[in-house]
């Protein structure tokens, strides 16, 4: 059973209601999270993430800050996250329009 | 290749700021038609029973049965309960195609409730007619690659 916290603090708890589409704008909030993570990894870990590794925590926690809890189709890049659709009723038509070659280039996910 | 890395995720609670680990897995799925249709799984060691909620299976045409279990529901949620398969392939894997037990869960057919509980939306992978075919480790290792270390994936 999965579990399930729900961060009040967090925030798309506090009610921005944004839900962008497309290349994902990085909120501020992300990038100082993930300067502090940087830096507790330093300190704890003596560890210095890769681009790689950076690019792909900025992503998860861009898509988290947007659309936690909710159903998106998305594409992981270089220059960020790109969400496709949210909601099932937004994924199944655009799944359905897509061939089978474009279909693997993306990730149905709960953000 | 017959082993797959995947990082774990990391969120940070804001209230406590503890950081929170969670395993996913990305997978494709063979619709009715033949095709693939990408799904990502929360790796749950804790679940018996890998699981899709019924809308989302529907959403993807993945088949499944079109009545549901008599005398079982799903405990946590009470929601009624499809039993089926599900013939998947590991991204990233050597493009073997599992067939899993899966229990498809809900109404395929209720309309889409914005504000469901994520116990409710999430598609788990959980041990039974898995962990016999997939090798599934936790590693926490931090590398400069993968800070929160991996979920390590092998062929059996």
Redesign the interface.
């Known amino acids: 059973m999965v579990s399930e916290f729900i961060d009040l603090m967090a925030p798309r708890w506090n009610g921005k209601g944004e839900r962008p589409r497309g290349l994902l704008p990085v909120p501020p909030e992300v990038e100082a999270a993930i300067e502090k993570e940087e830096a507790r990894l330093a300190r704890e870990q003596n560890i210095v993430m890769t681009p790689e590794a950076r690019q792909r925590a900025i992503n998860a926690w861009t898509l988290e800050y947007y659309y936690d809890g909710h159903y998106v189709a998305c594409r992981d890049t270089m220059q960020g996250v790109e969400v496709l659709a949210v909601g099932l009723e937004e994924i199944g038509p655009l799944l359905r329009e897509k061939s089978q070659e474009e279909l693997l280039t993306i990730r149905v996910t709960v953000g | 290749m017959s082993g797959l890395a995947v990082?774990l995720?990391?969120?940070?609670?804001?209230?406590t700021g503890d950081?929170?680990l969670r395993a996913?897995l990305?997978f494709?799925l063979r619709d009715r038609s033949g095709?693939?249709?990408?799904?990502?799984f929360?790796v749950?060691s804790?679940?018996e029973m890998t699981s899709i909620p019924a809308?989302?299976a529907k959403?993807?045409d993945l088949p499944f049965p079109q009545q549901p279990m008599s005398g079982l529901t799903h405990g946590?949620t009470g929601q009624q309960v499809r039993a089926g398969v599900i013939r998947a392939q590991v991204v990233g894997m050597d493009g073997t195609e599992y067939i899993f037990p899966c229990y498809f869960l809900g109404d395929p057919d209720a309309p889409?409730d914005?504000n469901r509980?994520?116990?409710l939306?999430?598609s788990?992978l959980g041990l039974t007619g898995v962990v016999d075919k997939i090798r599934i480790t936790l590693d926490g290792t931090?590398?400069?690659?993968?800070?929160n270390g991996n979920l390590v994936v092998e062929k059996l």
């Open positions: 990082p995720i990391a969120r940070t609670l804001q209230t950081i929170l996913e990305d494709l095709n693939w249709q990408p799904l990502t929360r749950d804790g679940t809308d989302v959403l993807l946590p889409p914005p509980a994520l116990t939306s999430v788990l931090p590398t400069p690659g993968t800070p």
